[in-house]
């Protein structure tokens, strides 16, 4: 007879099980630390080559780029400071410490008890004291930053950084070594920015079924951003959270409607919806702190033919983007190819702003598809390309969609419907 395994075996089988499970990756839905620790070794890379010492951040979108450490900006300032070497520093006041100890790679922290000065002083006086902990206050030091101060808002008040470093302290302005490394993404970032298309093509499917003759664009907008943002949170599972809009739904779906469409950002208003209203949608959602952009123009009712020539031509211009970001050429030299088709279609007098800007983090980043970008196109950069046709009196006329650069030119990400039929809603 074959031996039968004893009990005792069996629970130690089991305990073996039950440990390898809890090791077990759960995907998450932000970025790795490693890739942040990468982000800060090519920083201080930046930093060598310029010949500075150290960085001072106080974007929270710069900071949460090296970091991870995303947060609500106040009146009360926070900052990361980078040097060539060692820890890196951040000044945090006393309701966030728990918040960035969350962030492993930020370990030498100066909190402070509140703003204006909570008792003790002001908090970019304890800035200095942590560069001077960080030996980066003291005569010949080269300090960069992205901004000479804390951000003005919220009531916030005080002096520039430059102002409050150490005599023989040289402040440089520096914005660029995060952001130019933020123009071209990682597998990791294309990966999230392709999620939050999918729910914001989710959050634009709902908004138009929802379209209805008297409903109010905020009241459509509003519950189809909600009901989006619900059914996103339960599919990503409890390791989701939004990290970079702060405040309001994860997935966001929004439109303008009539003549307010003639503006490039014309404001949503509580009129309901006519018949033979032009309407110009958003839609986007935050995944692991990144955003993308679907935009699309849409008719209630089937359009005259002034209006379809118009969206014949805003198609062949979105095309002409599309087809002018190829890798090794200028952004400069994608928007003249552009504006070329405006002119060639007689229409220039209706383009109102550039093709299209970067996007991740923020909804608008750099590069931009501009004529004063001379910025190269590379491999990995995530765009929004718009193109649009803005006719006083009729209305305006744009897609926007979301594409990653790869060898052969851009990908759309953003994949809702482009053409005149499926955008046009009969609500009779």
């Avoid at 928007?335 to 209706?350: F, G, N, P, R, S």
Wanted: hydrophobic content about 40%.
């Amino acid at each position: 007879m074959r031996a039968t395994p004893s009990g005792s075996g069996r629970r130690k089988s089991t305990k073996k099980r039950r440990a390898t499970q809890s090791q077990t990756p759960v995907t998450g839905w932000r970025i790795e630390q490693p890739e942040y620790d990468a982000r800060v070794e090519r920083v201080r890379g930046e930093l060598d080559r310029r010949e500075l010492d150290g960085l001072v951040l106080f974007h929270p979108i710069r900071m949460a780029y090296l970091t991870g450490f995303f947060h609500l900006s106040t009146e009360r300032p926070m900052a990361v400071v980078v040097g060539r070497k060692g820890e890196l520093g951040a000044l945090i006041p006393l309701l966030e410490q728990e918040h960035v100890a969350k962030s492993p790679g930020v370990r030498r922290v100066k909190v402070y008890p509140e703003y204006p000065t909570g008792g003790t002083k002001h908090p970019l006086l304890h800035l200095a004291d942590l560069l001077t902990a960080m030996k980066l206050n003291k005569s010949g030091t080269r300090l960069g930053y992205d901004s000479d101060g804390y951000l003005d808002i919220n009531g916030y008040d005080g002096p520039n950084l430059s102002e409050i470093v150490d005599a023989g302290v040289a402040t440089v302005r520096a914005r660029d070594v995060v952001d130019r490394l933020r123009y071209v993404k990682s597998a990791a970032e294309v990966r999230l920015i392709r999620e939050s298309c999918t729910w914001g093509n989710l959050a634009h499917s709902l908004m138009h079924q929802s379209l209805a003759l008297g409903r109010s664009e905020p009241d459509i907008s509003n519950l189809a951003s909600a009901e989006a943002s619900q059914i996103m949170s339960a599919a990503l599972g409890p390791t989701y959270q939004m990290l970079s809009k702060g405040w309001g739904p994860a997935a966001q779906v929004a439109f303008s409607a009539g003549q307010a469409t003639s503006l490039p950002h014309g404001l949503a208003n509580s009129a309901g919806l006519q018949y033979g209203d032009v309407l110009v949608t958003y839609a986007g959602a935050d995944v692991g702190g990144y955003q993308s952009e679907l935009e699309r123009t849409m008719f209630l009712g089937v359009p005259g033919k002034e209006l379809a020539a118009s969206f014949a031509m805003m198609l062949d211009l979105q095309q002409a983007g599309f087809d002018a970001l190829r890798p090794g050429r200028t952004l400069a030299e994608a928007e003249a190819e552009v504006a070329a088709v405006y002119t060639e279609l007689e229409v220039k007098e209706q383009q109102r702003h550039h093709t299209g800007h970067g996007i991740g983090l923020e909804g608008h980043e750099g590069p931009f598809i501009d004529l004063g970008d001379e910025t190269v196109i590379a491999e990995g950069m995530v765009f929004s390309v718009e193109p649009g046709l803005y006719v006083p009196g009729l209305a305006g006329f744009r897609h926007s969609d979301t594409v990653v650069i790869g060898a052969n030119g851009a990908e759309r990400l953003t994949y809702y419907p482009r053409d005149l039929v499926s955008l046009t809603v009969n609500l009779l």
